[in-house]
């Protein structure tokens, strides 16, 4: 069974920094891009980051370029998302997301998804 758990997530200031976690079991980690995404209420899912198996494309969301950075560490199954220069229309459920061999950048075409987790930025 493929299983995708978020963690990480926390309330932090505005212009403060989160690092989330996603760890992934039950696939093959090194065949898989990784993508997050994230939801606020009332709004539709958005696309925040993704990175290739072995990291040679990365690409950013307009709305976090040059405040967020993915990374991952293939020998833990992990997959990371530094957010910094937080603002409070970051606020939302933060999911992590896997497809094999493709690196979309929409929300139909990733395969496996994790629960999500919450990030709050208020003062």
């Known amino acids: 069974q493929v299983q995708l758990v978020e963690s990480g997530g926390d309330l932090v200031q505005p212009g403060g920094s989160l690092r989330l976690s996603c760890a992934a079991s039950?696939?093959?980690?090194?065949?898989?891009?990784m993508g997050w995404f994230r939801q606020a209420p009332g709004k539709e899912r958005e696309f925040v980051a993704s990175?290739?198996?072995?990291?040679?494309?990365?690409y950013y969301g307009d709305s976090v370029k040059g405040r967020f950075s993915v990374s991952r560490d293939n020998a833990k199954n992990t997959v990371y998302l530094q957010m910094g220069s937080l603002k409070p229309e970051d606020t939302a459920v933060y999911y992590c997301?896997?497809?094999?061999?493709?690196?979309?950048?929409?929300?139909?075409?990733?395969?496996?998804w994790g629960q999500g987790i919450q990030v709050t930025v208020s003062s």
């Open positions: 997301a896997a497809v094999r061999t493709a690196a979309p950048r929409t929300v139909r075409g990733y395969e496996y």
């Open positions: 039950g696939v093959t980690f090194t065949a898989y891009t």
């Open positions: 990175i290739t198996p072995w990291a040679g494309s990365i």
